[in-house]
């Protein structure tokens, strides 16, 4: 059973540029959220989708934005990008009818932005 | 709004020693907690969750952790540590009000295990 896979692993990005990152979700898994986790801090929830319509948003602003596919897979696109944008990105996919008792997370994508 | 707080970012222990990390949680209903562990470079692996059960919750790797509701704490702990137990900690409780159902995290605790 293949985890869930996030790609790219590294990025660097100049400051005002747009990014994209992917996330594919564990094989049967339905429910997808974007997490960003600045260096020494804890991973902060960006938002969720389910059934490939956004599910809940935490407290970032509209420049980030994100889809979901049929197949569950998931981008998270993040315009203007900022210095403050630097972080690991994590996604974590969860199973039908689990809510966030099952989060299963991926290796994340560092981002950089000069 | 749910939160947690993680007493002490760094845990300094030698191996063969008793670990405990401790975990503060704030929530207006009854919560589900979560302890992560991350290795350098790798995302988040779960150790062990609460969601209502027993209030003591075996996870992997000999971790283990107690859900008190009337200090509010679900603190984590193994009997004898190891080397391979280095890394980041992070606690966790589930927000199930308006952001969806999303993991509301600590800041982490920085496990190191001295020979």
């Known amino acids: 059973e293949t985890g869930v896979t996030q790609s790219p692993t590294h990025l660097i990005k100049t400051r005002g540029q747009q990014v994209t990152l992917r996330c594919s979700s564990q094989?049967?898994?339905?429910?997808v959220s974007w997490y960003q986790q600045a260096l020494g801090q804890g991973p902060q929830f960006i938002f969720q989708?389910?059934?490939?319509?956004?599910?809940g948003r935490g407290n970032f602003p509209p420049r980030f934005s994100g889809l979901q596919f049929p197949n569950y897979s998931s981008e998270l696109n993040v315009n203007a990008l900022e210095l403050d944008d630097s972080a690991l990105y994590l996604c974590?996919?969860?199973?039908?009818?689990?809510?966030?008792?099952?989060?299963?997370f991926g290796q994340g994508t560092r981002l950089t932005v000069v | 709004a749910q939160s947690v707080t993680q007493l002490g970012s760094h845990v300094s222990v030698s191996e063969g020693a008793l670990v405990l990390l401790r975990c503060n949680y704030s929530?207006?209903?009854?919560?589900?907690l979560f302890w992560y562990v991350q290795y350098p470079n790798q995302g988040l692996q779960l150790l062990l969750k609460?969601?209502?059960?027993?209030?003591l919750v075996k996870g992997i790797n000999g971790f283990e952790a107690e859900f008190k509701k009337s200090e509010t704490s679900f603190h984590l702990t193994k009997p004898s540590a190891h080397m391979s137990d280095a890394a980041e900690y992070f606690c966790a409780v589930s927000d199930k009000g308006q952001a969806g159902t999303a993991l509301i995290f600590g800041k982490g605790t920085t496990l190191s295990v001295s020979s």
């Open positions: 974590a996919s969860s199973p039908p009818g689990s809510g966030n008792t099952e989060a299963f």
């Open positions: 609460y969601t209502s059960a027993a209030t």
């Open positions: 989708y389910y059934r490939e319509e956004e599910n």
């Open positions: 929530s207006s209903v009854p919560p589900y």
């Open positions: 094989s049967g898994h339905n429910t």
